[in-house]
């Protein structure tokens, strides 16, 4: 998340750079994925759906039925047409990790950057660079709800100012914990939301029902000063009690002052409760009258 890069210094990210132009899109080029590597995603798909079903909230499973992509890495240009209609988002391709402010501009113009390869064999539950099953799975059936949609525009937006001021660690922090780890509050209890947790099958479970973690109730500048790991399952998540408050709390907060409060001082560290907070408790299962597998 934070390799800083020019369009030049891309060594150390996987992906082909090379053809990609100065907004680092690509062709999709999608008739050169091999039947392999979309038998690969059929796993992935088959396993993670199955595990969103249960842990993911309903706005999730609503956005991923209506991408119908469970037979085989999916057309972005198929996924395309419902966006527009729904959302008016566009997928573009990309070689991979793209720089901050190439990122922040496409999303300002609710263009959401899909990474083009697949993960090996071998890296089926976990890696640290976005694949097309990170980008595309985890992220875009929330692109398909109004709120999502509205907010990742506004944080697109937020970019040049946050990186203007020497802040953009804190902004990034926000799509952090929710775009990439969100929780939020449902009917039947606590659900996960964020692409990051979503395309993990490991986390999925963890996040929900780990009973150590801390699970905090959302607030914007609590999240702007939380450190996270990029390596490893989250110590801390935020929890939305809507997704209106995600917009919600953010419109009409004025992020220079907090960008000043807190630029220059060192994140807190995840997982640490402070004083005056009470994390929600772990929810399992059981409770919601399932049994674990
Ligand atoms: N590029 N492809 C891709 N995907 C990301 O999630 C991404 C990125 N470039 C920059 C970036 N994220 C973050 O550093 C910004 O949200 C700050
Ligand atoms: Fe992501």
């Known amino acids: 998340m934070k390799t800083p890069l020019s369009p030049k210094s891309t060594s150390g990210l996987r992906g082909e750079y090379a053809g990609a ?3 680092f899109t690509v062709e999709q080029d999608w008739q050169s994925y091999s039947p392999e590597a979309h038998d690969r995603w059929r796993r992935l798909y088959a396993a993670q759906s199955a595990l969103a079903a249960r842990y993911a909230a309903p706005q999730f499973l609503e956005g991923l039925a209506k991408l119908d992509s469970a037979g085989g890495i999916p057309r972005f240009d198929d996924a395309n047409r419902v966006l527009q209609a729904e959302t008016r988002w566009t997928l573009v391709a990309v070689p991979g990790f793209i720089p901050d402010a190439v990122f922040f501009d496409h999303l300002a113009h609710r263009r959401f950057p899909v ?7 071998h890296e089926l539950d976990y890696l640290v660079e976005p694949d097309v099953f990170h980008d595309f799975f985890g992220h875009v059936p929330m692109l398909l709800d109004p709120r999502i949609a509205d907010f990742l525009e506004m944080y697109g937006r937020a970019g040049e100012k946050a990186m203007a001021m020497g802040a953009l660690d804190m902004l990034a922090r926000i799509y952090w914990y929710t775009i990439e780890f969100g929780l939020v509050r449902e009917e039947g209890g606590l659900k996960v939301f964020g692409a990051g947790i ?3 099958a490991g986390e999925t479970v963890y996040a ?10 959302f607030d914007p500048e609590r999240v702007m000063r939380t450190a996270y790991s990029i390596d490893n399952f989250q110590q801390n998540y935020f929890v939305l009690d809507s997704l209106d408050q995600l917009i919600g709390s ?6 220079g002052p907090i960008y000043e409060r807190w630029r220059h001082e060192q994140p807190l560290p995840a997982g640490q409760l402070q004083a005056g907070e009470t994390p929600f408790k772990a929810v399992r299962l059981e409770s919601l009258g399932e049994r674990t597998p």
Do not use: K, Q
């Open 115 to 121: 990474t083009r390869w697949l993960r090996e064999e």
């Open 250 to 255: 953010l419109v009409g907060l004025d992020f």
């Open 208 to 217: 929900i029902e780990d009973e150590a973690v801390l699970r905090l109730p």
């Open 198 to 200: 979503v395309s993990s």
């Open 21 to 23: 132009g100065d907004d």
